[in-house]
């Protein structure tokens, strides 16, 4: 399977505790997003990588939420001391140029408890 | 006023019929336009882009843009049940104003009855 990847598929944690969640996008593809989703809500974007730099980040997320895409490959999307606001699906989507699709793995859920 | 608007539904259309989902966005310099749909409790899967005025076809999906009114809709003709979902629009700015990143409606949903 050559799509977006995504690990782990779900997450249970107790409120206060770390995550970190990892993306290995389409292999060509050097643009790479996250995105949140709560029920009956659209995806709301949250960082934006291309190769490895971060280059837009929403002015809504907390500083509790970081993200890395080391050398251009994979990413992966941290979320220090969860709150139970936290809980959503976190997407990670990628894309091969400017304006071009953007493909999206199948996410992860996180629940925090 | 939201960037990417979507009337949430449900939109209820018989088996066989055409279904007609319909988005307005509100940055007038948005270059690219995307169709996704979405099945409960999986991620969004691309169906259509278009980046000009006009329609494009693809299959059963016609994707339409007008960059004057800032719309674009869905045309899902010969529906079938199994195109039961939320259907999701996404739209792009330019690149220049920094903004690379989709911009997601809420979404419509839409069931079709056998």
């Known amino acids: 399977d050559t799509g977006v990847s995504q690990d782990p598929r779900h997450k249970i944690t107790k409120r206060g505790q770390n995550v970190t969640f990892r993306c290995d996008p389409i292999s060509e593809h050097n643009r790479l997003y996250w995105y949140r989703q709560t029920l009956g809500q659209g995806p709301e974007f949250l960082t934006y990588f291309q190769n490895e730099a971060q280059l837009e980040k929403s002015r809504l997320l907390s500083d509790r939420f970081s993200a890395e895409r080391p050398k251009g490959s994979f990413s992966t999307l941290e979320i220090q001391r969860t709150e139970q606001g936290d809980s959503a699906m976190y997407l990670c989507a990628s894309s091969f140029r400017e304006g071009a699709e953007a493909f999206f793995g199948q996410g992860t859920r996180l629940t925090v408890v | 006023q939201k960037e990417v608007e979507q009337n949430s539904g449900p939109l209820s259309v018989p088996e066989g019929a055409i279904a007609s989902l319909n988005c307005t966005y509100s940055?007038?310099?948005?270059?690219?336009f995307f169709w996704y749909r979405q099945y409960s409790g999986k991620s969004p899967e691309l169906i259509m882009s278009?980046?000009?005025?006009g329609d494009k076809e693809d299959g059963r999906f016609t994707a339409q843009l007008n960059k004057a009114s800032q719309y674009v809709s869905l045309l899902i003709r010969d529906s079938q049940p199994s195109d039961s979902a939320t259907y999701l629009c996404?739209?792009?700015?330019?690149?220049?104003?920094?903004?690379?990143?989709?911009?997601f409606g809420s979404g419509t949903r839409l069931q079709v009855q056998p």
């Open positions: 940055d007038r310099v948005s270059q690219s």
């Open positions: 278009i980046y000009s005025n």
């Open positions: 996404a739209v792009r700015g330019f690149e220049d104003t920094g903004r690379r990143a989709l911009t």
